[in-house]
Every structure is written in C-alpha cells, then in structure tokens.
C-alpha cells in the first residue's frame, strides 16, 4: 500500500511558477513509476508527466514540453512537478500515481496503468 500526498499548489498569475510535491509512504517508492496527471472542471483527467522509477526517463504532454520539469528524489521519497511560464489552461486539479513498474526504466502515461493516486492539489492561474 502507498499513500500519496501532494502539496504546492496554489492561485499564482500568469507566467508565474510553482513546484509540486508528492510525497509518498513506505519504503518501496522506488519500485514505482510516477505520473503527474491533472483534471480541469467538465474534462477528463489527463496525463501532464511521467518518470520511470530510477528518473533517467520521462515523458511529457505537449502542453507540459519545454515549460514543465518531473523530477523524483527516491531517498525522500518525493516526485517533484517544476511548472513555469504558466498559462489560464493549466489550471486544474493536479494529480500525483503510482504505478508499481518491474522495468527501471519505463513509465506509464495512461491513467489505468496506475495503482495508486493523491488526493489532488488545486492549480489557479489567473490572467
């Protein structure tokens, strides 16, 4: 079992920054790939980023490329989501998963894959 809890998130203006935590209980949170997916209101829950359980490999959304950076630190037991040049359209509730994963170095990008989810923190960007 792992319990999940993200933090960071907040109202910040557009092109501001924010950095999401997640962090995760137990002691096996480096057998787990990890996912940022994120649900705006009326529309589904959409992958943002991924990272393979070592994080020598991650994966982007085309919204997320060159503006969003998932990183993890296996000894904290933390995934990180760095979010700058933020736009109206990235508002949304963001989620933290995990996905037990027997290769080091693959990700998951498709929400089914994952066994383990947040409780979401609430992204606002305001023009």
């Known amino acids: 079992q792992v319990q999940l809890v993200e933090s960071g998130g907040g109202l910040v203006q557009v092109g501001g920054s924010l950095r999401l935590s997640c962090a995760a209980s137990?002691?096996?949170?480096?057998?787990?790939?990890m996912g940022w997916f994120r649900q705006a209101p009326g529309k589904e829950r959409d992958v943002v980023a991924a990272?393979?359980?070592?994080?020598?490999?991650?994966y982007y959304d085309d919204s997320a490329k060159s503006r969003f950076t998932i990183s993890r630190d296996n000894a904290k037991n933390t995934v990180y989501l760095q979010m700058n040049s933020l736009k109206p359209e990235d508002t949304a509730v963001y989620y933290c998963?995990?996905?037990?994963?027997?290769?080091?170095?693959?990700?998951?990008?498709?929400?089914?894959?994952?066994?383990?989810w947040g409780q979401g923190t609430q992204v606002t960007v305001s023009s």
């Open positions: 998963a995990a996905s037990r994963t027997v290769s080091s170095a693959s990700y998951r990008i498709r929400g089914y894959d994952y066994d383990y």
């Open positions: 137990g002691r096996t949170f480096s057998s787990y790939a």
């Open positions: 990272i393979s359980r070592t994080g020598g490999n991650t």
